[in-house]
Each structure stands twice: as C-alpha cells, then as structure tokens.
C-alpha cells in the first residue's frame, strides 16, 4: 500500500465538497485532496438559490425569477421583488466551474472512481483507505449518508421530477411554484415548478 499525506480530506465530489474545496483552496495554502466514487460526473439536475445574498455563482444563473408563488388549499399566493430573485444553475455548469478553478491550484486534487473501504484515525491524524490507496489528513469532511442514522429516521422526503416538453408556448417563464401544497391527509405533498422557458418546465 502507498501513503498519500493531505491536510485536508473531501469525501465526495457534490455541490458542498466542490465549494468548500473551493474556498480552502482560494483562502489558504493547504493540500487538498477530493476522493470521488464516480467515475464520471453527469449530473443533469439543478441547483437553485436565492440572489441575496450574492454568491460566486449568482451571475451563471441560466434562470432568474422575480414572481415566488405558493399554493394552499387551491388559493395562489404570488410574492414580487424587482430585488429578490430565485435563480437556476445546471449541475454540470457548477462542477465545470469549480473544477476549471480548482485545477489551476498545484495543492488541489481530484480522484475519481474511488471506494472508501474504511476510516480510522492514527494520532492526530485520520486514514482514508481504498483497495489500494490509503489517504491520510489531519481534517476529513465526509459528506456521504450515514446509512444507520437515515435508517433510524422515520420522516423519509423523496422527490420525482420530470421535464416536460410543449409544442406550443404554455408556461408563464417569469413565475416559479415553489410549492402547490396537495390536500392529503396522510402524507405531506407538494409540486414544485420551474419554467425553463415558454415550452419546458421542470415539475417534481
């Protein structure tokens, strides 16, 4: 086995570890590793957020709406600021743009394609093991699903969504549905909608 010394572990290459290595990177001098279990990255999702306050990626939104509505019992509440906007970014555009930053800096490093087996900590330090490769840093951010604890839980939230595709122009673009709550007595629903533009729209 081969040692690899960091000062800083990310497990997983998702939105929270790809900033966070980011901002390290961009305030210190530290080595930062990023171990990924994906071979490749295809993320057709989205990330959305608020423009206030502003962050790094605020001026890459594809998408910007100023009308917010939500929907109770039928009745459509529709909240307007020309100041405060919800905005849309494509999964891939945010890897690309943190991994097109991040690879310029000598002290930082992606590996793909790699399964943890095991963590332990040595001293002061914390071991990251693979089949054949161990890691090892004084700090480890894992940000992997601690399978127990989700098992433990007995409030599960699960989302389907779909993009759906018109012939004709049917979807008000300007306006985002951030939730239809649905009448159910048993379960907690809601829709959520984001119009992509006149024709597609994003429904979960």
Not at 169 to 197: C, G, R, T
């Amino acid at each position: 086995m081969t040692e690899n010394n960091f000062d800083i572990i990310i497990i997983g290459a998702g939105v929270s570890g790809l900033i966070l290595a980011y901002e390290i990177i961009e305030r210190t001098n530290k080595r930062v590793l990023i171990l990924e279990k994906r071979k490749k990255i295809n993320l057709y999702k989205n990330l959305c957020f608020w423009n206030i306050p502003q962050n790094i990626l605020t001026k890459y939104a594809e998408n910007k709406w100023e009308k917010i509505c939500v929907i109770i019992n039928e009745k459509k509440t529709t909240l307007y600021s020309d100041r405060i906007k919800y905005m849309r970014i494509k999964s891939q555009d945010v890897f690309k743009f943190f991994l097109e930053r991040l690879n310029k800096h000598q002290n930082f490093k992606l590996l793909m394609g790699q399964n943890i087996n095991y963590l332990k900590k040595d001293n002061n330090s914390i071991i990251v093991g693979t089949k054949k490769i161990k890691y090892k840093s004084s700090i480890l951010f894992d940000s992997r699903i601690d399978k127990d604890l989700h098992k433990s839980k007995k409030l599960i939230q699960h989302f389907y969504g779909a993009e759906i595709l018109f012939e004709d122009e049917a979807i008000d673009e300007d306006e985002v549905v951030l939730m239809d709550l649905q009448n159910n007595k048993k379960d907690f629903n809601f829709i959520y909608m984001l119009p992509y533009s006149k024709k597609k729209v994003l429904i979960e």
